[in-house]
């Protein structure tokens, strides 16, 4: 019996990755280096600090902890300058009808992201009332995919993990989510997601009991 569903946010409801891309590079090109697409997905779920350590090392570059926390601030305010012009034309296709159904079925909703904007992101997409807790990067201690900022999540909601499902873009949220003991749903490419209870490539033309039906096979 599923009671909850948690969202990570980036890649699942937004895609606010391609914001960090932009900034990130920019800070990189003013480091004297650029790093590609591909390397750009190695980021996803991944906090701001280990983003950055990430990034620093695909370039060679060395910093001190109090430089590589001005770099970090610098990054943030580029990304929270692209943020706050989103509309809730940004949400993914799909998502904003799931959310109205399982308010409809009394399926409580929760955010589970690794992000310290997802509130400001949120509020941008209107979609901040839906939510019925939201855990993120301000909340927790340990990154995905430590299952911290889901079981945060559960526990806030009032569920167990195993009457909950999460769903995640990353590798590392899945991992995250199993780890916790939750039904993992993946969002993109089987190949990138094959730990997932199942992977479903976004919410358009799913719903819940089409998505709960996947978890019974
Ligand atoms: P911030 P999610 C994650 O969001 C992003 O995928 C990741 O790329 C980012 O570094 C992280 O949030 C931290 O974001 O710098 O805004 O705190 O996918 O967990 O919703
Ligand atoms: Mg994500």
Redesign the pocket.
């Known amino acids: 019996m599923i009671k909850a569903c948690i969202f990570?946010?980036?890649?699942?409801?937004v895609d606010?990755?391609k914001y960090?891309f932009q900034a990130w590079r920019r800070l990189a090109q003013e480091l004297g280096f650029d790093f590609t697409e591909t390397e750009n997905e190695k980021?996803?779920?991944?906090?701001?600090m280990?983003?950055l350590d990430l990034i620093l090392s695909w370039g060679g570059v060395v910093k001190t902890a109090k430089e590589k926390a001005a770099l970090?601030a610098k990054?943030?305010d580029w990304?929270v300058q692209l943020i706050s012009t989103m509309t809730p034309s940004e949400i993914l296709e799909g998502v904003l009808e799931f959310l109205n159904e399982l308010r409809s079925k009394r399926v409580k909703i929760g955010?589970?992201?690794?992000?310290?904007?997802?509130l400001t992101?949120l509020e941008k997409i209107g979609l901040r009332p839906y939510f019925d807790a939201l855990i993120?990067?301000n909340q927790t201690t340990k990154s995905?995919p430590d299952p911290e900022?889901f079981l945060l999540g559960a526990t806030a909601l009032g569920v167990a993990p195993s009457e909950a499902i999460v769903f995640?873009?990353?590798a590392k949220?899945i991992e995250a989510a199993l780890a916790g003991g939750f039904w993992a749903i993946g969002i993109g490419a089987q190949k990138d997601l094959k730990e997932s209870h199942a992977v479903i490539p976004g919410f358009k033309n799913y719903d819940f009991e089409k998505i709960t039906a996947l978890l019974r096979r």
């Open positions: 990570d946010l980036d890649g699942v409801i606010t990755a960090h980021l996803k779920g991944v906090s701001r280990q983003s970090a990054k943030n990304y955010l589970g992201s690794a992000s310290k904007n997802a992101i993120d990067g995905k900022v995640e873009d990353a949220g």
